[in-house]
């Protein structure tokens, strides 16, 4: 079994930065699609960020595209998210996932392992 372990989390004011780490147990990551997804109160967990080797894609949403970074460090079996001039509208649990590289994406319901989720708050 996968386990997923976020962290990095807490409260920065609009326009700083903060830096999400996925640790795994049990599995190395570099054999796995990696997402990142985030969910706010009252709303649908939502696909940030996604790296797929085996399709060689590195994927951003919109919403956070030219201010997120996700990035992978194999010798740690580590993936990072460094996020960058933060918003309120970032405020969010943020959560990593793991899935089958064959075909996972954006798509939440495609992760088969997830961490518990850290919490991000961007207030002044």
């Known amino acids: 079994q996968v386990q997923l372990v976020e962290s990095g989390g807490g409260l920065v004011q609009p326009g700083g930065s903060l830096r999400l780490s996925c640790a795994a147990s049990?599995?190395?990551?570099?054999?796995?699609?990696i997402g990142w997804f985030r969910q706010a109160p009252g709303k649908e967990r939502e696909g940030i960020s996604y790296?797929?080797?085996?399709?060689?894609?590195?994927w951003y949403s919109d919403s956070v595209k030219g201010r997120f970074n996700l990035s992978r460090d194999n010798a740690k079996n580590m993936v990072y998210l460094q996020m960058n001039s933060l918003k309120p509208e970032d405020t969010a649990v943020y959560y990593c996932?793991?899935?089958?590289?064959?075909?996972?994406?954006?798509?939440?319901?495609?992760?088969?392992?997830w961490g518990q989720g850290t919490q991000v708050t961007v207030s002044a």
């Open positions: 996932a793991a899935g089958d590289p064959l075909y996972c994406d954006y798509d939440p319901d495609e992760y088969d392992y």
């Open positions: 049990r599995a190395t990551l570099a054999d796995y699609a």
């Open positions: 790296i797929n080797d085996n399709d060689g894609v590195t």
